[in-house]
């Protein structure tokens, strides 16, 4: 064996993970990890503008690849501006690795310059951390990284190298298998509690799926669709289960919770039999706890024992990886019909159309995004930001393409959206990825444009830009007496603002225009930025107002609503 | 927080920042540790520890589930209701004059304490027991002058045979491969 640098083994590492990308920024604390690059021509070096997006970007790549998502800083600042990124992976169960640099190691707790004890600082918001303090430990720290980021329950590991121990040397031996005493995830589900659950599907009348983001993480569509065309039982995605159901199938149902659909939130009151798959019975989900499914027995499925009972008492739990577990299932249950049932959603369908968009000719949000949809084909991706955009852009997803709908749904990261349509292009080179981007949230990062020109990303960007922090705004005016406090905002030229990054611009204020535009971004060999501007005051409905029950749902009061700026 | 005083006894790998990682885990729950013993096990490498927290069932529960999932944390039972031996070890210093001090020591007999330090005007007494008798020596010395106490805080043992907690596997930490950190100098100990 060879002595090697730390800096070489680092790279060494990500080869033997078989990562093909980083997405990062050089400081004085990495640079011998930027020295080491060159070495590596297979391991692609994505430069972003701050490091926040590098987190974001590694981390929409890993939703949509399904391996770990790997991003890099320097040390102190650029630590720290990864920690939101983090963050937004820690809440969203997101495998991401992240390397930091630190200064050399004498310095560690004497405020050296740019120091930040930054595993300190991300105790709370990652799976594991660590800082390796001897060269011969890199490896094996990234081993475990990688190991314990993808394994179980997926999320964010960080590891802390300061440069002195990127510049010592050793020889490299990289662990063939991980075996950490602490760590031993569960994920082959108890055959007894899945024969339990099975019963419980075979007593139900009024059963339903929930589908969370564990369906998505596993990969699990197919297992939760043989469960559910076996047993003929309606399919409810959470806003991260969405991609983890067909959205033309005939027993899906959309997203419940505080913009989801009303027949989605009335059903769940109603039914005898709720499956949770994967999901952790969010508070956006559940309402009020208290009064959540009161007549359904629980069957909760996930891969993190601590999720058990957390949020909602359960008759039958399963730990164990959602994709094993719902493959034991489909062996155990029996075919079943659940006609009346089916019906019964059917009629809250029709009576509650909750997200019928109201003819009009004025330009609304929603139509923008449903076009956007309809346009793009069934193999696009789509990456969102966060608020009312987000909202709809949840609501009017019923395509088909598993795995390709990402949001930052635990966070809740605005900004999320700019960096996340980068990261998923990276994944997908050859297909359509949409940032569907909120105005307030596009300027929390797009600088991030820049990229599209230098790594030729034709990434297509649709600003549902009405001129509000709109999901603040609507707040404002129903909780706050109306009182919009700093959610009306100057907003830069947008498409002055493309073109200065490099990519086509186009602002679109014409409802007529709408289907046309989006019809030439597509055609666009490049990247695109279509600046809708949108009614500035559409409220986003159904809502579910917060610290009330499913049965509160207000489904469409829009005849109700005053005629707000118009 | 209504509810009881919990044992929770934990085995962890004994690495710098896992206290960090621990604590962070009660502090996010709004947990106040009521005592905190660390200190080797019999596996090398693995540290156990025993918190007291006052808290409701449900709560601890979470808790602990929490707490199983930092890395670090090979094994972790909440022994409440389990039969356990609990002692803690105390020090007390306090006010010792010609006139007082067998006063302090017939007090340090009846408790079975003992006097391992004499000065001029002090004595130190060094007792094991359980909380209560603890408090109750305190409370016996501090008319004659409480100077200074200090107290380790609960160690528990479930009793008979069984082990209170047991790491999955024997080989040290665990970890099949050289583990990150392992016989290395450390930073700092575990806290």
Same mark, same amino acid.
């Given at each position: 064996?060879? @002595? ?29 990890? #930027? ?117 179980? @329950? ?11 121990? *990127? ?6 031996? #990289? ?156 062996? *155990? ?15 809250? @369908? ?52 598993? #795995? ?80 919009? *406090?700093?959610? @009306? ?78 | ?89 105390? %020090? ?53 002058? %409480?100077?200074? %106490? ?39 100990? %575990?806290?």
């Amino acid at each position: 064996m060879t @002595r090697m640098k730390g800096a070489d083994i680092i790279m060494e590492c990500l080869r033997k993970e078989g990562v093909e990308i980083i997405f990062g920024y050089p400081g004085g604390a990495n640079l011998p990890m #930027y020295d080491a690059l060159h070495k590596y021509p297979d391991i692609r070096h994505v430069l972003v503008r701050h490091e926040q997006a590098a987190a974001h970007a590694a981390d929409a790549y890993a939703r949509v690849s399904g391996k770990a998502g790997v991003c890099w800083s320097t040390s102190g600042p650029g630590a720290t501006n990864l920690v939101t990124g983090i963050a937004n992976a820690w809440m969203d169960s997101v495998p991401l690795v992240c390397i930091t640099g630190q200064v050399v190691s004498w310095l560690l707790g004497r405020d050296g310059f740019q120091e930040a004890d930054i595993t300190g600082i991300t105790i709370p918001i990652t799976k594991h951390n660590t800082i390796v303090l001897d060269v011969e430990d890199i490896a094996p720290a990234i081993a475990e990284a990688f190991h314990i980021a993808t394994t179980g @329950r997926p999320g964010p590991v960080l590891v802390d190298i300061p440069r002195d121990v *990127q510049q010592a040397t050793c020889e490299f031996d #990289y662990p063939e298998k991980v075996e950490l005493a602490g760590y031993q995830p569960t994920v082959v589900g108890h055959p007894q509690q899945v024969k339990k659950a099975a019963q419980l599907i075979a007593e139900s009348e009024r059963p339903l799926i929930l589908a969370g983001h564990g369906v998505v993480i596993a990969r699990a569509a197919e297992a939760l669709r043989e469960v559910a065309e076996k047993a003929q039982i309606p399919v409810i995605t959470t806003l991260l289960g969405i991609g983890g159901f067909p959205g033309s199938h005939e027993l899906y149902q959309g997203m419940p919770g505080m913009h989801g659909m009303y027949w989605n939130n009335i059903a769940i009151q109603e039914a005898d039999l709720v499956i949770a798959a994967g999901m952790r019975f969010d508070d956006r989900v559940t309402g009020a706890l208290k009064d959540f499914a009161p007549n359904a027995r629980i069957v909760h499925i996930d891969v993190d024992p601590a999720e058990i009972g957390k949020n909602v008492k359960t008759m039958v739990p399963i730990v164990g990886d959602v994709k094993n577990v719902l493959q034991q299932l489909a062996t *155990q249950i029996a075919p079943g019909r659940h006609d009346a049932w089916r019906q019964r959603l059917a009629d809250l @369908r029709r009576d509650h159309p909750s997200i019928a968009i109201p003819e009009t000719d004025r330009l609304l949000p929603q139509y923008v995004i449903k076009k956007i949809y309809e346009l793009s084909g069934p193999k696009a991706y789509y990456a969102t930001g966060v608020g009312q955009h987000q909202m709809w852009a949840a609501q009017f997803f019923w395509g088909d393409n598993p #795995y390709s709908f990402v949001t930052s749904g635990g966070l809740g990261t605005m900004g999320f959206e700019v960096p996340a349509a980068i990261g998923v292009q990276f994944a997908r080179p050859l297909d359509t990825v949409w940032a569907i981007c909120g105005d307030g949230g596009f300027q929390m990062t797009m600088e991030e444009l820049a990229l599209c020109t230098e790594y030729e990303l034709p990434v297509k960007f649709a600003i549902i830009n009405n001129n509000y922090l709109g999901m603040v705004r609507q707040w404002q005016d129903k909780f706050y007496a109306g009182n919009k *406090q700093s959610v @009306r905002m100057f907003q830069p030229d947008f498409v002055k603002l493309a073109e200065a990054m490099g990519i086509t611009g186009m602002r679109v204020s014409d409802k007529a225009q709408v289907a046309s535009s989006i019809e030439a971004a597509l055609r666009h060999p490049g990247a695109v930025l279509l600046d809708f501007q949108v009614e500035d005051v559409e409220d986003c409905y159904p809502m579910m107002p917060p610290g009330v029950s499913l049965s509160d749902t207000i489904d469409q009061p829009r005849i109700e609503q005053p005629d707000y700026a118009r | 927080m209504s509810g009881r005083v919990h044992t929770i006894v934990a085995l962890v790998e004994n690495r710098p920042g896992v206290l960090n990682k621990i604590a962070s885990k009660w502090r996010q729950r709004a947990f106040n540790i009521e005592s905190l013993a660390v200190g080797p096990s019999e596996v090398p490498g693995l540290s156990r520890m025993t918190f007291t927290v006052d808290g409701a069932a449900h709560d601890i529960e979470q808790v602990t589930k929490q707490l199983y999932k930092v890395i670090e944390v090979v094994k972790i039972t909440d022994v409440t209701d389990q039969g356990t031996v609990a002692r803690e070890l105390a %020090l007390i210093k306090v006010a010792a004059t010609k006139e007082s001090r067998s006063a302090i020591i017939e007090i340090v007999d009846v408790f079975r304490a003992k006097v391992v330090d004499v000065g001029p005007d002090s004595l130190v007494i060094e007792t094991t027991g359980t909380e209560d008798k603890i408090d109750a020596i305190v409370a016996m010395l501090t008319p004659f002058g %409480l100077k200074e %106490l200090v107290r380790t805080g609960r160690v528990a043992m479930v009793r008979g045979g069984a082990p209170t907690v047991t790491a999955p596997s024997a080989d040290g930490a665990g970890r099949h491969h050289r583990s990150a950190g392992e016989g290395k100098p450390k930073l700092g100990s %575990l806290i």
